[in-house]
């Protein structure tokens, strides 16, 4: 069994530094990766960003952390995607031009729709759905946590998503505020940023095997 | 829906935080005085966000580190947002902020004179992490914004509000510097001049010096938040009532859960 240590990719999009602190708080041992770190000693991987998606998608593929984070998740060890972080695990981004994602979820980062006039960006805090998961063990439904975007995926009520565990959260529409399949977890939110009940759920994602 | 954000903001310079009233400083205490004197963890349970600006006038490079090395002390158990600004004279200037901690870096004077940079900014960054602050005054009944911590008069507002349309920002804050630091309330006038196609959040900051004040704002449909950076009002228990009060007043705040009282 491998000893306990998470790993924060930083490819130098964003703020891994409020993570890092959430993270020693919880007193997991913790290491900061860079492009050319050995990602298997690690048994949990996070991916953080405060960034546009165009940037951070190429970033991640220049210095072929792309490959890597996916045989990381092949081998069925917990990962979670935070911000653009989550949104690059999908199949495409349309920040600052068209761009690949990871295509580990199906779907399309988009800007919320203009048609809702909505005040954008979408700052706050707002509520997101318990899926009743591990990772959501002992946190309500709804519970608040904090956003800061433009881009979201939508909620499209006629996907099966298959495999796949969504909680929705409302801003003009509903849009995909968490996704897990299997070991993959991604948060549009910022759970560490997002109070106790964000330190609740990254303290969660620590603890599965 | 997204609900409504209280936001705290610290101005701090060379070591020491400042206490406001328009626009003129007056020093106050340093980190381990906030933190000892005013449980200021225990206050961060009752705000949305927290704005740390360096207020200091040209800071040079040792002013710069120890502004983020005194961040990097303050926040080490606050899982808030944070905004961090002051001296933004350029993209490499942004980018040690979000190395810092900041989820957004806040500019002002760079709004007036770089469009490029604060673009250069939000095309890595995202527009979501530029907020920009303007600072204004009402003189003969004409709204003027001004640069140099309000010294230097730069635009009338609405040709400010207008420029705007050429940059990628986030949020706007108004700052009052009529209103700053007199607890009088904030000024609900000039924010209604801001044209509908601004779809920017809009904040106001200014004047907070009792719970009512929130209220009285926060109700508005077009405010997504206000910002106070009154010490003494609001650190302790002040920002527990205004928040509470505010709630009971049905404006759409979360209560959070206290990562302090365990």
Redesign the interface.
């Known amino acids: 069994m491998l000893k306990k240590k998470i790993g924060i990719i930083d490819c130098d999009?964003?703020?891994i530094?409020?993570l890092v602190?959430?993270i020693?708080?919880l007193e997991y041992d913790y290491k900061i990766l860079k492009k050319n770190t050995n990602f298997e000693n690690f048994s949990h991987l996070i991916l953080p960003g405060?960034?546009?998606f165009h940037?951070a998608a190429i970033k991640i593929k220049k210095n072929g952390i792309d490959d890597k984070i996916k045989e990381y998740i092949e081998k069925s060890k917990p990962f979670m995607g935070i911000c653009?972080g989550m949104q690059l695990m999908f199949e495409k981004g349309v920040?600052?031009g068209i761009e690949n994602g990871l295509g580990i979820f199906n779907g399309t980062c988009e800007k919320f729709s203009e048609k809702l006039?909505?005040?954008?960006?979408?700052?706050?805090?707002?509520l997101v759905e318990n899926p009743n998961t591990k990772i959501w063990h002992g946190i309500n439904s709804p519970s608040?946590f904090?956003?800061?975007?433009?881009y979201r995926v939508s909620f499209d009520k006629n996907s099966s998503y298959e495999n796949t565990k969504i909680s929705k959260t409302?801003?003009?529409e509903d849009f995909i505020s968490f996704i897990e399949k299997e070991n993959v977890y991604g948060a549009q939110f910022?759970p560490?940023?997002?109070?106790?009940?964000?330190?609740s759920l990254l303290n969660n994602f620590a603890m599965l095997n | 829906?997204?609900?409504?954000?209280i936001i705290y903001a610290l101005l701090y310079s060379k070591g020491q935080f400042h206490l406001s009233r328009n626009f003129s400083l007056q020093k106050v205490g340093g980190i381990d005085w906030l933190k000892n004197n005013f449980g200021f963890g225990e206050t961060c349970?009752f705000i949305?966000e927290l704005i740390i600006l360096n207020v200091t006038k040209n800071p040079d490079e040792k002013d710069k580190k120890n502004f983020l090395d005194d961040i990097?002390k303050l926040?080490?158990?606050i899982?808030?947002?944070?905004t961090l600004g002051g001296g933004i004279r350029s993209f490499k200037d942004a980018k040690l902020f979000?190395?810092?901690?900041?989820?957004?870096v806040m500019i002002n004077y760079l709004a007036h004179v770089d469009k490029e940079i604060c673009n250069s900014i939000?095309?890595?960054?995202?527009?979501?992490?530029l907020s920009v602050m303007v600072d204004y005054k009402i003189i003969e009944n004409k709204v003027l914004t001004f640069i140099n911590g309000g010294k230097t008069k730069s635009f009338f507002f609405d040709h400010y509000i207008d420029q705007l349309n050429n940059f990628k920002f986030?949020?706007l804050i108004l700052n009052s510097i009529d209103n700053d630091g007199t607890a009088a309330g904030f000024d609900d006038q000039t924010f209604r001049e801001i044209p509908d196609n601004i779809?920017?959040?809009v904040l106001l900051m200014g004047g907070a010096g009792k719970p009512e004040h929130f209220v009285n704002i926060l109700k508005n449909d077009k405010i997504?938040?206000v910002v106070t950076a009154n010490l003494f009002n609001f650190l302790g228990t002040g920002l527990k009532e205004a928040r509470n009060f505010s709630i009971n007043e049905k404006i759409k705040l979360?209560k959070?859960?206290?990562?302090n009282n365990e």
């Open positions: 999009f964003g703020n530094a409020s602190n959430a020693k708080y405060v960034g546009s940037e653009v920040e600052n006039n909505l005040t954008l960006p979408h700052i706050g805090f707002n608040p904090y956003f800061v975007h433009s409302n801003y003009g910022h560490e940023k997002s109070h106790k009940t964000g330190l | 829906m997204i609900s409504k954000r349970d949305d990097n926040r080490e158990k899982f808030v947002p944070i979000f190395e810092n901690g900041a989820d957004k939000s095309n890595i960054f995202g527009n979501q992490a986030g949020e779809r920017n959040p997504s938040g979360i959070f859960e206290s990562l």
